[in-house]
């Protein structure tokens, strides 16, 4: 199974944008790229996902390097909210398993 | 819609006891997971069922069995506790056939094993 690479935490302050990188040198042509997130003491929630395009909706961006082995998670303006573990998780359609990582403890300050 | 209940929330076994940890849900999903999370660790994957009728093994598998009873419900076993099986557990499902689906996850169970 292809994993993920992603530093163990970051900090941010409150409403600025926050960068979250995840390396995923061995992703195969058909994994989905997909980010969670996991609040204190709360099942983890979907972020967002994507295969080769950049990808926006209400919650994040998702940037996608060209070669497809990064990418980038974009809060565009921090909230104390938005404190949590993130994680970068590939989906193998042709496994139907989602292996999560050690993910990125993200610290937001006032 | 409750989306993924898991049931109990806690529960404290013995050395040596069984139980079996219950997960529902009710968005007609095809594929349901069961993941553990340790203290300061991320969610690892102990079983999945890709489809009613079908079970495969995760990561970490041994000491657990799992049931896949119908499409709704999805339940962990603990055969033997031991205290290392001391851990928040996640069920959680999704549509197997759309790459574009989402995981749903439960509240979690949290067990202790003493």
């Known amino acids: 199974d292809a994993k993920t690479t992603q530093p163990n935490s970051m900090e941010s302050n409150e409403e600025e944008p926050v960068h979250l990188p995840c390396n995923h040198s061995?992703?195969?042509?058909?994994?989905?790229i997909h980010w969670y997130r996991q609040l204190p003491s709360q099942g983890p929630e979907y972020v967002i996902h994507?295969?080769?395009s950049n990808v926006n909706n209400r919650m994040a961006s998702l940037a996608i390097a060209e070669d497809r082995k990064s990418s980038t998670l974009i809060l565009h303006r921090a909230t104390l909210r938005d404190a949590a573990v993130y994680y970068c998780?590939?989906?193998?359609?042709?496994?139907?398993?989602?292996?999560f990582g050690q993910g990125t403890t993200l610290q937001v300050k006032p | 819609n409750a989306g993924v209940t898991q049931t109990p929330k806690f529960q404290v076994l013995k050395t040596g006891q069984s139980m079996t940890l219950q997960c529902a849900q009710d968005m007609n999903h095809n594929s349901m997971y069961w993941y553990r999370q340790d203290p300061g660790m991320g969610l690892r994957l102990i079983y999945y069922s890709a489809s009613e009728g079908t079970t495969d093994k995760g990561e970490v598998p041994n000491g657990y069995n799992v049931s896949r009873l119908n499409k709704r419900e999805f339940s962990l076993r603990l055969e033997s506790a031991a205290p290392s099986q001391t851990s928040v557990y996640f069920c959680a499902s999704r549509i197997q056939k759309s790459y574009n689906s989402p995981l749903h996850f439960g509240n979690g169970t949290r067990l202790t094993v003493t």
């Open positions: 061995t992703i195969s042509g058909t994994d989905y």
């Open positions: 998780i590939l989906y193998s359609g042709n496994t139907g398993k989602l292996i």
């Open positions: 994507g295969l080769t």
